[in-house]
């Protein structure tokens, strides 16, 4: 049985309560002045102003951004989802009515059908190893987007995603059955839950809340910043921290909006979108540790796989790799991540999982 929900309410939930309340009344910000600018930028993301992910673009990448261009580029940032779900901000992108966005790892893996490779279920061991892609891949990535119309200036982190549930603890294989599984992140997610023998809902990320807590599904994996966001851990009775898939989180603008900005700011964001990103990074996993300890402490029942389950469980979602090599992403862009993954992990073998 889990534990029974403490009465004493972490600071942490009722500071982000208090936050979500002010965030309504302000969905959109001004950087910059328009009028003065040579370039205005409209950008939009599903983050709630204030909390969590969009605290840290307020406090490091907006000020960065301001100052490097020097009033040429003013900036209206459209918080909290008022442009619509990721999808519906890509497709405003294409047509010209919002120049910016900064995506969900939903939204990221919606760019291009290649992007997906980076969630591939233990694919990744450590942020270590995310990090070290990230130095030797984003122009590889930013060549992907590139064909889609847009450009990366950053690329952060979703997180290592959580499994939460509201009915059984999932723990092994076994247990993925018992439970309804939410699938929001496309093809590749709803292929590992098949694999592991669930029958996954797909839904759309804004129906994901409401539907939860009607019982339509019991089940899903998240990020604990967006499990905290949404409140529901207070559905949710069991989390497995298990690191079954790492997701990205990109910020993109569209290739035009991108063309048009001087190029001495071109090049200046683009020698800083590492070192920011490391910054923005370093922070917004700090925070993803905070927002999981709290929903643990508020009364969710941390339920970790052992060895032997966790090896059954990349057994049974490994092959994914090969099989939507050639559908999704092509074989060439797995073997070059597989290839710098060999690299970093022969030069710290202490990196490697023990067998």
């Given at each position: 049985?889990?534990k029974?929900?403490?009465a004493?309410?972490?600071?942490?939930?009722?500071?982000?309560?208090?936050?979500?309340?002010?965030?309504?009344?302000?969905?959109?910000?001004?950087?910059g002045?328009?009028?003065?600018a040579?370039?205005?930028?409209?950008?939009a993301?599903?983050?709630?102003?204030?909390?969590?992910?969009?605290?840290?673009?307020?406090?490091?990448l907006?000020p960065?951004i301001?100052?490097?261009?020097?009033?040429d580029?003013?900036l209206k940032?459209?918080?909290?989802?008022?442009?619509g779900?990721?999808e519906?901000v890509?497709k405003?992108?294409?047509?010209?009515q919002?120049?910016?966005a900064?995506?969900?790892?939903?939204g990221?893996?919606?760019?291009?059908?290649?992007i997906?490779?980076?969630?591939l279920?233990?694919?990744?061991?450590s942020?270590?190893?995310?990090?070290?892609?990230?130095?030797?891949?984003?122009d590889t990535f930013?060549?992907?987007?590139?064909?889609e119309?847009?450009?990366?200036?950053l690329?952060?982190?979703?997180?290592?995603?959580?499994?939460?549930?509201?009915?059984?603890?999932?723990?092994?294989?076994?247990?993925?059955?018992?439970?309804?599984f939410?699938?929001?992140?496309?093809?590749l997610?709803?292929?590992?839950?098949?694999?592991?023998g669930?029958n996954p809902v797909?839904?759309?990320?804004?129906?994901?809340?409401?539907?939860m807590?009607?019982?339509?599904?019991?089940?899903m994996?998240?990020?604990?910043?967006w499990?905290?966001?949404?409140?529901?851990?207070?559905?949710?009775?069991?989390?497995?921290?298990?690191?079954?898939?790492?997701?990205?989180?990109?910020?993109?603008?569209?290739?035009?909006?991108?063309?048009?900005a001087?190029?001495?700011h071109?090049?200046?964001?683009?020698e800083?979108r590492?070192?920011?990103?490391k910054k923005?990074?370093t922070r917004?996993r700090?925070?993803?540790?905070?927002?999981?300890?709290?929903?643990?402490?508020?009364g969710?029942?941390?339920?970790?796989?052992t060895p032997?389950?966790?090896?059954?469980i990349?057994e049974?979602?490994?092959p994914?790799?090969?099989?939507?090599?050639?559908?999704?992403?092509?074989k060439a862009?797995?073997d070059?991540?597989?290839?710098y993954?060999?690299?970093?992990?022969a030069?710290?073998?202490?990196?490697?999982?023990?067998?």
């Amino acid at each position: 049985m889990p534990k029974p929900r403490t009465a004493v309410f972490p600071i942490v939930f009722l500071c982000l309560i208090l936050l979500a309340s002010a965030a309504g009344a302000d969905d959109t910000q001004m950087i910059g002045d328009k009028d003065t600018a040579k370039q205005y930028w409209k950008t939009a993301t599903l983050a709630p102003k204030g909390i969590g992910y969009s605290r840290l673009f307020e406090e490091i990448l907006l000020p960065v951004i301001q100052e490097e261009t020097k009033g040429d580029l003013a900036l209206k940032v459209y918080w909290g989802g008022v442009m619509g779900d990721d999808e519906q901000v890509i497709k405003k992108m294409r047509v010209g009515q919002l120049q910016g966005a900064g995506l969900s790892g939903q939204g990221t893996f919606l760019l291009s059908p290649e992007i997906p490779v980076l969630g591939l279920p233990f694919l990744f061991n450590s942020y270590e190893e995310v990090d070290f892609i990230k130095e030797k891949m984003i122009d590889t990535f930013d060549g992907i987007v590139a064909k889609e119309g847009f450009k990366v200036l950053l690329w952060l982190d979703q997180d290592f995603d959580q499994i939460y549930s509201a009915k059984v603890p999932v723990q092994s294989a076994a247990d993925f059955p018992k439970a309804r599984f939410i699938t929001w992140f496309g093809p590749l997610e709803g292929r590992i839950l098949e694999l592991l023998g669930a029958n996954p809902v797909p839904m759309g990320v804004t129906e994901i809340p409401s539907s939860m807590r009607a019982g339509v599904a019991d089940a899903m994996m998240a990020p604990a910043i967006w499990v905290a966001g949404t409140q529901l851990y207070s559905v949710f009775r069991y989390v497995n921290p298990i690191r079954i898939r790492y997701v990205p989180g990109f910020v993109v603008v569209t290739t035009e909006a991108w063309n048009g900005a001087p190029e001495k700011h071109r090049k200046r964001l683009y020698e800083l979108r590492l070192p920011l990103a490391k910054k923005f990074c370093t922070r917004s996993r700090q925070e993803s540790d905070r927002f999981l300890a709290a929903i643990i402490s508020y009364g969710l029942k941390e339920v970790k796989s052992t060895p032997e389950q966790t090896a059954k469980i990349k057994e049974l979602t490994t092959p994914v790799w090969n099989e939507l090599a050639g559908k999704l992403y092509s074989k060439a862009l797995l073997d070059e991540i597989l290839g710098y993954l060999k690299e970093y992990r022969a030069s710290h073998p202490q990196a490697c999982p023990a067998k």
